[in-house]
């Protein structure tokens, strides 16, 4: 289990007049993330979000103050040297990366991609890794027929899902994805966190999806944080968080999810 114990973190401006300004983005947050189940952390734009997620494979900028616990099983993430964190950041937690659907790199195919983490991270040759892709791909919910083409030449869709793949080549039994349906259609959107629910149900992945659309998080999540001006103003079941708001913030939430239970099934 993941569990970050009052996290707090404040970055550290070094560009232009801001020069010793300073902002503190997550403030003494406490959550976890359990395998086999689906967290989701919503809230505003700017709420900290992808900064909770970025801080728990240490990601962070240098320079960033970060306080607290994040504990992989007991031991904590932010004592570790870089050597240990890499040996956990693909194999152990992976990463799907806000924008991750837009940063492949454009002249070389999906399936190549994968192939090089693979062969980066577990020593697969070229021919293993190959082998993996179809059942890789199809863990995402993607043809593997898809891994032989370039990234231009899949639908948004298609490279989100590619994304997911990639990060879960090392089959890692933690994946934390930062905005895996922005800028897809409803369809598309419901499809990916349905490829989330299961790869939580029948893998045992523990997956924290981070997401600024509310209704869409609660939809999905078996447990439900909700943060605001970097703290965490919610916790729980999503329907007990629409049935008692702790918070003013989160009757726009209450709201939304009313009208999703109205909707026919
Ligand atoms: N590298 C950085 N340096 C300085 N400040 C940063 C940095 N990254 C984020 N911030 C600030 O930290 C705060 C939280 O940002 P964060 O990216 O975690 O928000 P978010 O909830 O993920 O927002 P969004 O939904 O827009 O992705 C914001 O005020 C942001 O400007
Ligand atoms: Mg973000």
Redesign the pocket.
């Given at each position: 289990m993941i569990e970050i114990r009052n996290l707090s973190?404040t970055?550290?401006?070094i560009t232009g007049k801001d020069r010793n300004a300073a902002?503190d983005?997550?403030k003494d947050v406490s959550l976890a993330i359990e395998k086999g189940r689906l967290f989701a952390l919503a809230?505003?734009?700017?709420?900290?979000?992808?900064?909770?997620?970025?801080a728990i494979p240490g990601l962070?900028?240098r320079g960033?103050k970060i306080s607290g616990q994040i504990l992989l099983d007991g031991k904590d993430l932010l004592s570790m040297t870089e050597d240990e964190l890499n040996r956990i950041r693909w194999r152990r937690i992976a990463l799907v990366p806000?924008g991750a659907m837009n940063s492949f790199t454009p002249v070389i195919t999906v399936g190549r991609h994968v192939e090089e983490v693979l062969s980066v991270h577990l020593g697969l040759s070229k021919k293993e890794a190959a082998e993996r892709i179809p059942s890789l791909f199809a863990l995402a919910g993607l043809d593997g027929a898809l891994a032989s083409r370039y990234p231009h030449e899949l639908s948004g869709g298609q490279k989100q899902r590619a994304a997911i793949a990639l990060a879960l080549a090392c089959e890692p039994g933690y994946l934390l994805c930062?905005?895996p349906t922005t800028a897809l259609d409803v369809i598309t959107q419901q499809g990916i966190i349905t490829t989330l629910k299961r790869l939580s149900d029948e893998k045992g992945v523990g997956i924290l999806l981070?997401s600024?659309d509310l209704p869409l998080a609660a939809s999905a999540a078996s447990k439900l944080y909700i943060?605001k001006d970097?703290a965490l103003v919610e916790e729980g079941d999503p329907r007990t968080i629409a049935a008692h708001p702790r918070n003013p913030h989160t009757k726009a939430l209450v709201n939304a999810l009313l009208e999703l239970e109205e909707e026919p099934s």
């Open positions: 973190v970055y550290s401006r902002a983005a997550v809230g505003e734009s700017g709420s900290g979000k992808s900064t909770v997620l970025m962070l900028p960033t806000q930062d905005e981070v600024h943060m970097g």
